[in-house]
């Protein structure tokens, strides 16, 4: 279950304040009509896309808040070796992954998290999968540097945006779930017997519910 991070309220009339987004949140604005009779809802699936990269793919659930959730799969190469100067991220495996925290590989369990605070280094190696969850940067196309890349991609001198003694570390911490919050949410289910009222919700799938309907929620599987 995760709620907001900076405000309590949806605000889509900001979609209609500027003309252009980046690429993730354009995607919104074609849609916004969509996301508005959507948010009529007590609750409702979040749509998405995908895109192909280098590395594998990622499907990415359109974004209306402060927070944006992806699904990272990297089935054909490790992602770069990269760090982001303004934006934190939160990764939860799907199965057991590997990741590179700037000083050695490391695998990864499903039931933990990977907190990956702006500008730590960071990489996935191939064959991995997370639920990934990060801020809402609405504007900003270039916000990921890249140290090393594997599959030729340009690289960054991380130094010119980054001092040394600002970089930070991720952390890998037990991941817990919790249901209780006075705000609306979302939920994104992985397996097992899940609820809305007497509706089931589909696996792999990621819903928003209002607060006032949380109580029709019946959780009996794996969720985030």
Do not use: A
Not at 15 to 38: A, C, G, P, V, W
Not at 52 to 73: H, R, S
Not at 155 to 176: A, C, M, S, T
Not at 192 to 200: L, R, V
């Amino acid at each position: 279950m995760i709620t907001f991070g900076r405000t309590d309220e949806v605000n889509i009339d900001i979609f209609r304040e500027f003309e252009d987004f980046n690429e993730y949140n354009n995607y919104t604005k074609k849609s916004i009509k969509i996301i508005e009779s959507l948010l009529e809802k007590e609750y409702f699936e979040v749509p998405f896309y995908k895109r192909k990269l280098c590395w594998g793919e990622e499907i990415v659930f359109y974004p209306f808040t402060d927070i944006l959730f992806k699904i990272v799969c990297t089935s054909d190469n490790d992602t770069s070796l990269q760090l982001h100067p303004r934006k934190n991220e939160t990764w939860y495996p799907l199965k057991t992954t590997t990741i590179f925290n700037g000083k050695k590989w490391i695998s990864v369990p499903e039931n933990k998290k990977i907190v990956i605070p702006k500008c730590s280094v960071h990489c996935m190696k191939v064959n991995g999968m997370v639920f990934e969850v990060q801020d809402n940067s609405l504007f900003d196309n270039e916000e990921t540097l890249r140290i090393f890349d594997v599959n030729g991609r340009k690289i960054d001198n991380y130094l010119n945006y980054v001092l040394p003694h600002n970089l930070n570390e991720l952390r890998i911490e037990d991941y817990k779930k919790n249901i209780i919050s006075d705000k609306d949410i979302f939920l994104f289910l992985i397996s097992g017997d899940n609820y809305y009222g007497e509706n089931k919700l589909e696996s792999n799938k990621l819903y928003f519910v209002k607060k006032e309907n949380r109580k029709s929620l019946k959780l009996k599987g794996r969720y985030i």
